[in-house]
């Protein structure tokens, strides 16, 4: 499966984004995913967890009640709406395939689309 992720860009602190991930090759709908995100000179941070169905949803402390991950089998596309967005949100965020594991790491994930650049000015 080949994903690519797009929506990113440069908004104001406070302000929403929605990210989308496209993907082709393979249904979406035969897997759980994941959104992570990488700042410079940082790991690559976990974002938010969907399921294959889109029943059950993770995310991290810093995302809870601001990120929103859903997704549309039909159309093969994850999204991520991000709400009240804070500086420190700036990243490249990334979708990845869920393969099994721990599922807030990295390691846990094998197909990467190639990002998508969020930049919140202050």
């Known amino acids: 499966v080949q994903l690519q992720a797009s929506g990113g860009g440069l908004v104001q602190a406070g302000g929403s984004l929605r990210l989308s991930c496209a993907a082709s090759?393979?249904?979406?709908?035969?897997?759980?995913m994941g959104w992570f995100r990488q700042a410079p000179g940082k790991e690559r941070e976990f974002v938010s967890y969907i399921d294959w169905s889109g029943s059950k949803t993770y995310y991290p402390d810093s995302a809870k009640g601001r990120f929103t991950v859903s997704r549309d089998n039909g159309m093969n596309t994850m999204y991520l709406q991000m709400n009240s967005l804070k500086p420190e949100d700036t990243a490249v965020y990334y979708c990845?395939?869920?393969?099994?594991?721990?599922?807030?790491?990295?390691?846990?994930?094998?197909?990467w689309g190639q990002g998508t650049q969020v930049t919140v000015s202050s």
């Open positions: 090759g393979r249904t979406l709908s035969r897997y759980s």
């Open positions: 990845a395939t869920y393969t099994g594991g721990t599922y807030y790491s990295p390691g846990g994930y094998d197909h």
